[in-house]
């Protein structure tokens, strides 16, 4: 897995590049649907075409925009105050897959979200590859933090 991160003066920034041996077809519906949503972040929902549903328990969630549903490109949708985008280019056989993250500066806990989603992007690879999810290992939460606000100097 590629990883890059950048910021300007109100936003950082992560991208996750990855090759994934099934055709983007394939992989799609891993991130466009409830079923294959689950499989990876189990607190989020989709709801047709324009909203994912973040449920946070005792019946409480938070609606958050689908900006973009192109069926098998790209998903682009609301991450409270910034942005997360999935982008598939390949072939029957092959894809490329690419997340691209925005989010406020002063975000709370924001290393911990581009954390977070780069152990979803490895369990969606995971997933497709037929392999179990993975939790993150003892240590290795507090390692990755610290690498990302290392990269975001």
Request: aromatic share 12%; charged share 30%.
């Amino acid at each position: 897995m590629q990883v890059s991160y950048h910021k300007d003066h109100e936003s950082a920034y992560q991208k996750l590049i990855t090759d994934i041996a099934l055709s983007p077809d394939n992989i799609f519906p891993l991130l466009a649907t409830t079923t294959g949503v689950q499989q990876w972040f189990p607190e989020l929902s989709v709801r047709g075409e324009k909203v994912l549903t973040f449920d946070y328990g005792k019946e409480t969630e938070e609606d958050l925009e689908i900006y973009k549903y192109e069926n098998p490109k790209a998903l682009h949708f609301e991450w409270f105050g910034g942005e997360v985008e999935f982008l598939l280019e390949g072939d029957e056989f092959q894809s490329k897959v690419m997340l691209n993250q925005r989010l406020p500066l002063d975000t709370e806990n924001l290393a911990q979200d581009f954390a977070g989603w780069q152990k979803c992007f490895e369990n969606i690879k995971h997933i497709s590859e037929g392999e179990k999810v993975e939790d993150f290992k003892e240590g290795e939460l507090s390692q990755k933090i610290a690498d990302i606000e290392a990269g975001l100097q």
